[in-house]
């Protein structure tokens, strides 16, 4: 049974998808993951390696009842990591997916059909807090706020929080909020550490005790279609996101029985290099 987070902030440019893609790639060295993208940006998609061109399915046609994952999912430059990828088409779904009754149910349900097949699922969402956005929360365990070391980091969080609570209430009642991560942090500056007291002080055990520095590498790597991994492992942002996935592997096991040590199964066919199980 996969563990599904859904990466969720409404402020764009916060590092949500630099946060979905890194996590995802480190997750994968030791768990059958699945990194969904729900953004019609693409970044995700492509920052993980993953062919856009010549797409016939993407997650819009998921979301809209069209196809299942199992037939629309890809590779990417990782191995154990399947990608569900978004296109341009995205853009429509909105629409499309308001005009359903059950719309705000159709990917926790596409996702429960290969629920088995993965050990974590994440979800990439745009920053918007539309029909695509409610998707993903209706269909997260958790949710993991990005929230960028700046002034007014807090600002525009009430409505973020207003949203997980009405989701909450409604579809559904189990949501968590799982880790707020800092992004971003320049340590030379003063003002990344009063934002970080403030957001601790406002979230407190729930702000990753891991924050993720400035790092020109991860644009880098991003431009590249290559998770920090892959692309360079030894810099601060690689070794960030590297602590951040391991405590996050060490609070779904103390909440739950349903994530295993490592890797559980053969997934959906592709498996860990040899190379690759050596370096993890
Ligand atoms: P959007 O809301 O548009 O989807 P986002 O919240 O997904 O944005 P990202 O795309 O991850 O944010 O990051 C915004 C920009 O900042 C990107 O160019 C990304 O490469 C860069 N970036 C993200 N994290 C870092 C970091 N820790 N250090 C330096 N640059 C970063
Ligand atoms: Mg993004």
Known sequence: MAWTWAVVNQKGGVGKTTTAINLAAYLARSHRVLLVDTDPQGNATSGAGAERRGLVRDTCSVLTGDATIAETRVPCAVPGLDV??????????????????????????????????????????PPSRGAITINALVAADEVIIPMQCEYFALEGIAHLLDLIGKVREGPNPDLEIGRVLLTMCDDRTNLAQLVANDVRSFFGDQVSPFVVPRNVKLPEASSFGKPISLYDPRSKGARAYESISRELIEHVQRKTARVPETRSGEGVGRTASRWWRRGS
């Open 84 to 125: 569900l990828p978004a296109t341009i088409n995205l853009v429509g779904a909105e629409l499309l997916i308001s005009q359903r009754d059950d719309g705000e149910f159709q990917l926790r349900k596409a996702i429960a059909d290969v629920a088995d097949a993965y050990d974590f699922v994440l979800i990439d969402s």
